[in-house]
């Protein structure tokens, strides 16, 4: 069983940064995920468990970072020039079957964080 607890959400201005943490990651390839309201929840990035693979959406690219500290069992998402259409509840999750591969598809994470708030106002 992995147990996740996201921190870090808020509420920032546009142009700003935030930095998301997810402690107690899985020994496995983890991925974040955002649903805004009225939305499906959407990928955002995710990182294998050496932290050699990542991916990212596109509307996120160049822009957001994810990383990981196996050592503290930490994933982070430093996300910087924050827009007002990123506010959304950030979801982690962890792929528990993966290790190299990095996946976007929902249903290949079969461990979900509660999730945290992050609003961008214009």
């Known amino acids: 069983q992995v147990q996740l607890v996201e921190s870090g959400g808020g509420l920032v201005q546009a142009g700003n940064s935030l930095r998301l943490s997810c402690a107690a990651s899985?020994?496995?390839?983890m991925g974040w995920f955002r649903q805004a309201p009225g939305k499906e929840r959407e990928f955002v990035a995710a990182?294998?468990?050496?932290?050699?693979?990542?991916d990212y959406a596109d509307s996120v690219k160049g822009r957001f970072t994810i990383s990981r500290d196996n050592a503290k069992n930490t994933v982070y998402l430093q996300m910087n020039s924050l827009k007002p259409e990123d506010t959304a509840v950030y979801y982690c999750?962890?792929?528990?079957?993966?290790?190299?591969?990095?996946?976007?598809?929902?249903?290949?994470?079969?461990?979900w964080g509660q999730g945290t708030q992050v609003t961008v106002s214009s």
């Open positions: 999750a962890a792929a528990s079957a993966l290790r190299v591969a990095v996946r976007r598809e929902r249903y290949e994470y079969d461990y």
């Open positions: 899985g020994h496995c390839t």
């Open positions: 990182i294998s468990w050496s932290g050699g693979k990542t």
